[in-house]
């Protein structure tokens, strides 16, 4: 599909207006966000839920990868796991929310897969390719229907903790090789958490009686020797609750709401949260882009402070998102087409042989907008790496917005193919400082061109 809805190119455009972050990926629908922090840079991980729903249901195949340094535009690395990298599994919908963790030069992915319980994938790369090491689930239990939204941590001492559950919450406690756990504690090494209104808080259920708010989609981390488990509760729909820790092992005790629900949030919600450059973030997810329905999701991020104390604040689900970057984007060097802080029509693809993510489905009037680019003291080219099958289109090189100041245009033509890549340049009016960039694509109809990466020249 080119565009997910003429509503949610409608709803994009107002929200462009009002320099909007959220939700931060607007080429697919995105759920479940992950964050791992590594090197410098944050890597989140999604879920994704097709543009077309099957059998009016979560449709899920997929998990794919984004990386920022900035916390404004996100490079998308695309679909870096999916359902056919366990091949003993007969099924074929259920991606469900995923964690990656990083051990020893490792990166271990922790996905539920919905009825058949929790596997491991492991990489030499945060972004792929992963591969099975067991050929068969992680966790094997009792309520393989209930072993969905694992989350993991690695404590200070080494012992590293996978959590997961709806309604309730369990946790094992990972071997060093993170692909296998310590089978003598619990019920053959599962252990299951004591869900009291102390720990988690009490509402009352369909049937009247009193139980925790606790409903799933569990995350688990430590800060400043304070354990923290946030958790969508007391659904549907939910809400963001937490509570704290002094051991990775409870007891629990009860914190309160960190998200209200929320017009634009989905009838689900999963939350994500992590430190970087020196400030905090909140990772969950709405259904703007597709207005009224809940099994087609979206990323966003709010930025928060903790409390004196540790606790966390009451958060509020905002259009703008992330307002600062916490650096800028050099344009002098070469910059994937799939970084993005906002687009408008656009699509990514991944070519099956190179793994190269571009970005496609480019219509008229189309645009790409990328968040605090630092010219310096200005450039004066521009060059773009494009694959067309046709003559007669343009990238327009603006600033700040996509009507605004026309740094320069770069005419595209045919360079024999959607997948025969070339290089293509233009002049560009002199401008200095940080400023949002935007580019504007304008030719006949249908698809125009494929674009890979670009770069400035001084």
């Known amino acids: ?31 479940d966000p992950a964050p791992m922090v590594y090197n410098g840079t944050v890597y989140l991980y999604t879920s994704h839920d097709e543009d077309i729903t099957v059998k009016n249901f979560f449709t899920m195949y997929d998990w794919r990868c984004y990386s920022s340094t900035d916390m404004v535009n996100w490079t998308d690395h695309g679909a870096v796991a999916s359902l056919k990298n366990f091949k003993w599994l007969n099924k074929t919908n259920g991606a469900w929310a995923v964690q990656c963790v990083e ?3 490792k990166f271990y992915l922790y996905v539920p897969i919905h009825g058949e319980g929790i596997s491991v994938l492991v990489s030499d790369s945060p972004t792929g390719p992963f591969t099975d090491p067991l050929g068969k689930r992680l966790v094997e239990s009792d309520h393989t229907w209930q072993d969905i939204d694992p989350t993991v941590f690695v404590d200070d001492n080494g012992q590293a903790y996978l959590y997961w559950g709806n309604p309730s919450l369990w946790y094992v406690k990972l071997n060093k090789d993170m692909i296998s756990y310590d089978r003598s504690i619990g019920k053959n090494g599962v252990v299951s958490i004591d869900m009291t209104t102390e720990a988690f808080g009490s509402k009352a259920g369909r049937d009247g009686k009193i139980g ?23 659904g549907v729909p939910e809400y963001i609750a937490y509570s704290t820790a002094k051991s990775p092992e409870g007891p629990w005790t009860y ?6 629900r929320a017009p634009h949030l989905a009838f689900t919600n999963h939350v994500g949260a992590a430190d970087f450059k020196g400030n905090s973030y909140l990772f969950y997810h709405d259904q703007s882009l597709s207005v009224t329905e809940g099994f087609k999701r979206s ?8 409390n004196a104390d540790g606790t966390i604040p009451l958060i509020k689900p905002t259009k703008e998102g992330v307002t600062k970057s916490v ?50 003291k200005g450039a004066k080219s521009f060059e773009a790496c494009v694959a067309s099958g046709t003559d007669g289109s343009n990238i327009e090189i603006r600033l700040d917005s996509r009507t605004g100041t026309l740094l320069g245009t770069c005419s595209v033509k045919n360079t024999g193919g959607l997948h025969k890549w070339a290089t293509v340049s233009c002049k560009t009016q002199k401008v200095s400082g940080v400023h949002d960039v935007y ?10 061109f494929n674009f890979d990466w670009w770069k400035l020249k001084k």
């Not at 914190?255 to 209200?260: A, D, F, L």
């Not at 990323?299 to 903790?306: A, G, K, R, T």
């Not at 580019?439 to 125009?448: E, I, P, S």
């Open 1 to 31: 599909m080119r565009r997910i809805y003429v509503a949610a190119c409608s709803l994009l455009m107002v929200l462009t207006s009002l320099s909007a972050q959220n939700p931060i990926v607007q080429t697919y629908f995105t759920a």
């Open 103 to 105: 051990r020893n030069g």
């Open 299 to 306: 990323v966003c991020i709010e930025q928060f402070n903790y």
């Open 255 to 260: 914190r309160g709401i960190i998200m209200e």
């Open 439 to 448: 580019f504007v694509f304008k030719g006949g109809d249908g698809n125009l």
């Open 327 to 376: 650096s800028f984007l050099d344009p002098y060097v070469r910059v994937q087409a799939e970084t993005i802080g906002g687009s408008d029509g656009v699509k990514t693809a991944t070519d099956s042989l190179t793994r190269n993510v571009y970005v496609t489905h480019i219509n008229n009037g189309d645009y790409i907008k990328v968040r605090s680019v630092d010219f310096g």
């Open 212 to 234: 925790t708010t606790y409903t799933e989609g569990p995350w688990f981390y430590k800060r400043n020797n304070m354990y923290y488990m946030l958790y969508a509760a007391a």
